[in-house]
């Protein structure tokens, strides 16, 4: 499999499949694909599975593309402005991906949805269920805005506005605190909650959150032009 990402601030995902090699995605993340190109939507993992997805907020279906005859071109869209990450996972091993931030993956990578019991990932904004990717295979997420990439060593922590993360390895430890100070919480506009990450392991972040630019977005709704 053959991939390219063009763009800038709105990217595409080019995929040339070869006969025998295929891809899936969440739905509505589609741009174009050749003719020739054989798709199929369905459910893995029957009711259980759709129930998972759906609680995490991600699509219940998913949907395949196969080079039915000779190769056969998929490109996919991020959601809304921001960049394409390219996740070998041979090399990061099993990634967490937070809600939406998943965009496709080959068919060779096991993508499942597990859910937690902390309460305070719920609390913080980001659900009790979260999507997990690994095997050996290309995977692709999708960013909004700029790609935001940091390293922590064993021990090391960062804490960050639940809205901004989009995934950490798998040895990254992840809890939500409380933001400190009321005033803080009050009045900051940044919510109640952060959460600590620590190493070891790598983390992606969005330097841009939907609920950020809805917000933005409505400051002019109604306005006079």
């Known amino acids: 499999m053959e991939y390219r990402i063009e763009?800038?601030?709105?990217?595409t995902l080019e995929i040339r499949l070869e006969p025998g090699e295929s891809v899936f995605s969440e739905a509505g993340c589609l741009l174009s694909m050749t003719p020739g190109t054989y798709m199929e939507t369905r459910a893995p993992g029957g009711l259980a599975g759709m129930f998972r997805r759906a609680l995490s907020g991600n699509s219940v279906f998913l949907t395949y593309?196969?080079?039915?005859?000779?190769?056969?071109?998929?490109?996919?869209?991020?959601?809304?402005?921001?960049?394409?990450?390219?996740?070998?996972?041979?090399?990061y091993g099993r990634v967490i991906a937070e809600r939406h931030s998943f965009l496709c993956a080959e068919s060779t990578v096991d993508y499942g949805v597990e859910v937690t019991l902390n309460i305070g990932r719920f609390?913080?904004?980001?659900?009790?269920?979260?999507?997990?990717?690994?095997?050996?295979?290309?995977?692709f997420l999708s960013i909004d805005g700029e790609i935001?990439?940091?390293?922590?060593?064993?021990?090391?922590?960062?804490?960050?506005?639940?809205?901004?993360?989009?995934a950490f390895t798998d040895g990254i430890d992840y809890r939500v605190q409380l933001m400190q100070?009321?005033?803080?919480?009050?009045?900051?506009?940044?919510?109640?909650?952060l959460v600590q990450l620590t190493g070891p392991g790598?983390?992606?972040?969005?330097?841009?959150?939907?609920?950020?630019?809805?917000?933005i977005i409505q400051e002019y709704w109604g306005s006079p032009r």
């Open 65 to 91: 593309y196969r080079a039915a005859r000779g190769e056969s071109v998929v490109q996919f869209t991020t959601r809304m402005p921001g960049h394409i990450l390219a996740l070998p996972l041979r090399q």
């Open 148 to 166: 935001v990439e940091r390293d922590l060593a064993r021990g090391e922590s960062l804490l960050v506005h639940p809205g901004h993360i989009a």
């Open 181 to 193: 100070g009321v005033a803080n919480m009050l009045f900051s506009g940044d919510g109640l909650f």
């Open 123 to 139: 609390l913080g904004g980001n659900g009790l269920a979260l999507t997990h990717l690994a095997g050996d295979g290309m995977a």
């Open 202 to 215: 790598r983390v992606w972040l969005h330097s841009v959150t939907v609920h950020n630019l809805v917000h």
């Open 7 to 11: 763009g800038s601030t709105m990217q």
